[in-house]
């Protein structure tokens, strides 16, 4: 399985990467503290070899927008990601 397009939302200094690309070889250009690492952080929490380093914390989601969020009552997803199924998966799931 491949990752191809993922978006991150409220995560860090990230509020809305809007949908980006992946492919065998992405860059991620900006400025210095412009959410680089952030993104980065967000889609390892898609899959971790660390268990610990999945799970999101409430010290992640963008300080400026706590308090509205904290009150809100909903649950916000940090990371949306598209994946793309290589031929033998799809016929193994077909099986």
């Given at each position: 399985m491949k990752l191809t397009r993922a978006r991150v939302t409220n995560y860090k200094s990230v509020l809305?990467?809007?949908w980006f690309t992946l492919a065998?070889?992405?860059?991620l250009v900006g400025k210095n503290e412009s959410g680089?690492?952030?993104?980065?952080e967000a889609l390892?929490?898609?899959s971790s070899v660390?268990?610990?380093r999945q799970a999101l914390k409430d010290t992640e989601y963008p300080r400026m927008n706590w308090s509205e969020?904290?009150?809100?009552?909903?649950?916000?997803t940090a990371v949306t990601a598209e994946w793309e199924l290589d031929d033998d998966e799809v016929s193994h799931l077909q099986e």
């Open positions: 809305d990467s809007e065998d070889l992405t860059c680089k690492t952030a993104i980065l390892e929490k898609l660390r268990p610990e969020y904290k009150d809100s009552g909903t649950i916000d």
